[in-house]
């Protein structure tokens, strides 16, 4: 059996190699020339150039989609080949083939299940199996369990093969493209001299911010130093109590305290109407009459919000939570990992 054929048949995947070096790789583009004309009428015309500014974000979304795709392609692609080859070595090393060395240390190791481990995984996949009861599918719960266990031993395998033929692959990452967005003046965290500036765009009734905002808080605390993170408000106009919460925010800013109010919004995100505002303004300790007469005329702070949102539609942004990191984009409540990737790249740079 092919290495690629059990990966399929198990639901495994290659052992995840060393992190690759950083490298620039061409980018697909027009070779048009900017200065050409591309439409005509009676007393003016269209550049290319002027097409290309116009639409700007929306080319740059389509090339960083199609770099992104291709270079994920190209990796799996690059990890599987090299782990059939490594394992192929293994199997030589040992004397026999390829197949016999799976057979022997996935195959032959698979256990049948006890009516125990069938009754605890049962609900776990019941909803599955349609709720039939469980001696009606009892097979199939065992099977189910066998086959992760095949995925376990696969996975092991290749962990112990990898690591000891040094399995390493070094596919150039793409050179992404990498949208102007300023800082403005909005609330930072981190060094103003950060190597890496995060830049989200982000709204206090979207559950997926506040979800973000956790992954965001852990990658501070691990790059203290090379980090700077800028908040941006983005509110969707579907959410009718995001202006509003924005807006207490910048009044809480007003009196130092912008970053304990921002962190309560995001922890109580169904909590943001007139009462649930003051009360968070009354937990983080500010002067509530002058929180209150910020509410009530809130001077430029309303127009700050809205200039956020038009800065964050120019350079793309459709949705919250998105992030510019140094420029690339990262778009939703993307995992831990996204960023770490991104971050460690800059910093080698």
């Avoid at 992190?19 to 790789?25: D, E, L, W």
């Avoid at 965290?189 to 979207?206: H, K, N, S």
């Avoid at 203290?224 to 800028?230: K, Q, S």
């Amino acid at each position: 059996m092919s290495i690629l054929l059990f990966l399929a048949c198990t639901g495994g995947s290659p052992a995840p190699s060393a992190t690759a070096p950083v490298a620039q790789a061409a980018t697909p583009g027009s070779a048009t020339d900017q200065s050409q004309v591309v439409a005509t009428w009676k007393g003016g015309e269209l550049t290319y150039g002027e097409l290309n500014t116009e639409i700007k974000s929306q080319l740059d979304a389509l090339e960083r989609d199609y770099l992104q795709g291709r270079y994920e392609l190209e990796a799996g692609a690059a990890q599987q080949m090299a782990t059939e080859a490594v394992m192929q070595l293994e199997a030589t090393a040992r004397g026999i083939d390829l197949e016999t060395l799976l057979k022997q240390e996935v195959e032959a190791k698979v256990k049948p299940p006890t009516e125990a481990e069938i009754a605890e995984f049962y609900p776990v996949v019941k909803r599955q199996l349609r709720n039939a009861p469980l001696d009606q599918v009892k097979d199939q719960v065992a099977g189910a369990l066998m086959q992760r266990q095949q995925a376990d031993l696969i996975q092991k395998l290749l962990a112990e093969v990898t690591a000891k033929y040094t399995l390493e692959t070094h596919l150039p990452f793409p050179d992404l493209p990498r949208a102007d967005v300023s800082v403005d003046d909005d609330p930072s965290l981190g060094p103003a001299t950060a190597r890496v500036t995060i830049i989200e765009f982000g709204e206090y009734q979207c559950p997926y911010c506040g979800k973000a905002y956790e992954t965001v808080k852990q990658v501070l605390k691990d790059y203290p130093d090379d980090v700077r993170l800028v908040y941006r408000d983005f509110p969707l106009d579907f959410h009718q109590r995001a202006v509003p919460a924005a807006v207490a925010a910048n009044c809480a800013g007003d009196q130092g305290k912008y970053w304990e109010y921002h962190d309560l919004l995001m922890g109580n995100q169904r909590a943001l109407e007139l009462e649930d505002l003051n009360g968070h303004a009354n937990t983080v300790g500010i002067d509530m009459e002058k929180f209150s007469a910020c509410l009530e005329d809130p001077g430029d702070h309303v127009q700050e919000v809205l200039n956020d949102l038009e800065a964050g539609k120019k350079a793309g942004v459709t949705g919250t939570p998105a992030f510019f990191i140094n420029g690339i984009f990262l778009n939703g409540a993307v995992p831990y990992s996204q960023f770490k990737d991104i971050i460690e790249r800059e910093l080698k740079g």
